[in-house]
């Protein structure tokens, strides 16, 4: 298994871009998280989704941060306009529902916003 | 709702010591409880997990923790650390049955002295 996708792995964009992360989840797992790891903050959960739904989006942080899954094998984080204070490094990790509940992680993007 | 909190932020060892790294949670339900560890510029992986039966766990790399209910609690140890485990460690909590959000502790940064 390829495990985890995402893409790019870094992302290096000026203030007030629009930044597009993305994701492709293991195949046949049916949960999806977005997390922003920072060294101030340490690991955050930004919102998952089962089944392409969203269920628990409070932890994005305000509405410039979109989240969407039109498919079971893809989904995308949107930043519109990125600040500098996005920098971090976004994880995406699946699980399967029908499984044991661990989450498998993607490999990170670490995004620069100058 | 369910907590998780690391003890310690970092944990000095000297190679081929034994180290522990603490993890306590908090829960008004039963719930499963993970190791997971990120090397340098990496994702998180799955070291172990505890669901149900034996209190004690083994994991990948020599690792095993022991969950205690009656100390809401469950620690990491190995008997023998090497320069290769330098890495952070996160304790993550879930509850019993849904299909829910993993919460994560702030991490334990594990320092391998020569």
């Known amino acids: 298994d390829a495990g985890v996708i995402q893409s790019p792995r870094h992302e290096v964009t000026e203030m007030g871009q629009e930044v597009t992360l993305r994701c492709k989840p293991i195949?046949?797992?049916?949960?999806l998280f977005w997390y922003r790891q920072t060294m101030m903050r340490g690991l955050e959960l930004l919102i998952y989704?089962?089944?392409?739904?969203?269920?628990?989006d409070s932890g994005m942080p305000e509405d410039r941060f979109s989240a969407k899954m039109p498919n079971a094998s893809f989904s995308t984080l949107k930043i519109q306009p990125s600040e500098p204070r996005d920098s971090a490094v976004y994880f995406c990790?699946?699980?399967?529902?029908?499984?044991?509940?661990?989450?498998?992680f993607g490999p990170g993007t670490r995004l620069t916003v100058t | 709702a369910q907590s998780v909190t690391q003890l310690d932020s970092q944990v000095p060892v000297f190679e081929e010591a034994p180290v522990e790294l603490r993890c306590n949670y908090s829960?008004?339900?039963?719930?499963?409880l993970f190791w997971y560890v990120q090397y340098p510029n990496q994702g998180l992986q799955l070291l172990l997990k505890?669901?149900?039966?034996?209190?004690l766990v083994k994991g990948i790399n020599g690792f095993e923790a022991e969950f205690n209910k009656s100390q809401t609690s469950f620690h990491l140890r190995k008997p023998s650390v090497h320069i290769s485990d330098t890495a952070e460690y996160f304790c993550?909590?879930?509850?019993?049955?849904?299909?829910?959000?993993?919460?994560f502790g702030k991490g334990t940064r594990l320092h391998i002295l020569p």
């Open positions: 990790a699946s699980s399967s529902l029908a499984g044991t509940y661990e989450q498998y």
């Open positions: 195949s046949g797992h049916n949960s």
């Open positions: 989704f089962n089944n392409n739904v969203p269920i628990d």
């Open positions: 829960s008004s339900v039963s719930v499963y």
């Open positions: 505890y669901l149900s039966g034996s209190t």
């Open positions: 993550a909590v879930s509850r019993m049955n849904r299909d829910d959000k993993i919460i």
